[in-house]
């Protein structure tokens, strides 16, 4: 094989690898009318599990307040704080009707809430190496009238090119969970 055939077929290779990332497109939900710029403060609720691994969902919220921080688009409510108005305004419930939507809007001071589920949280075999697939929906409902304003659902396999080509290099749960969660959040404030 010639040197040039050679340097075509790894370019190839490696556009082909930098195509096929590890991220699996989101399904994403933007409401046509709503204006983001009214939201100045939002409350993460805890984040609900799916899946088989212990905190999931807990590590997954603490992880979308932190990236959502990380913007700097909004203020966001402490996790104790919000845990203390679920309880009283939920009572242990997980998914709030219209009414509590607003009445969490009110005693948290937030124009907008962030609900979210890890729908799965697994290793895989993929070729020599086990890797993490994560999938963690999400969206945002305004205080006001309970409207969903947002929604997204992403999925992050934890591979990377070396592992897909040379069989190892594959990502830890927790990093590809942190990846999913900021891509989550880059494609709510992008």
């Known amino acids: 094989m010639s ?10 290779l490696a556009v082909l690898g930098v195509a096929g990332c590890a991220s699996v497109p989101k399904a994403r939900f933007v409401h046509p009318e709503f204006d983001f710029g009214y939201v100045e403060r939002v409350a993460v609720l805890p984040f609900g599990n799916l899946s088989p691994v212990r905190d999931a969902g807990e590590k997954a919220g603490r992880l979308f307040i932190t ?28 998914d709030p009707t219209t009414e509590q939507i607003q009445a969490l809007g009110k005693r948290l001071g937030v124009q907008a809430l962030v609900l979210g589920t890890v729908t799965e949280f697994e290793t895989v075999r993929s070729g020599a190496s086990s890797v993490p697939v994560i999938t963690i929906d999400a969206h945002m409902v305004e205080t006001e009238s309970g409207a969903t304003v947002w929604a997204a659902t992403h999925t992050v396999r934890g591979t990377t090119f070396s592992s897909r080509v040379f069989g190892s290099g594959a990502l830890a749960g927790a990093e590809a969970m942190r990846r999913c969660v900021h891509e989550l959040v880059e494609a709510l404030t992008s």
Do not use: F, K, Q, S
């Open 67 to 94: 990236e959502l921080l990380a913007t700097g688009a909004v203020d966001v409510v402490e996790p104790g704080e919000v845990r203390a108005a679920v309880e009283a305004v939920l009572g242990g419930g997980t």
């Open 3 to 12: 040197r040039d055939r050679i340097v075509r077929v790894a370019t190839l």
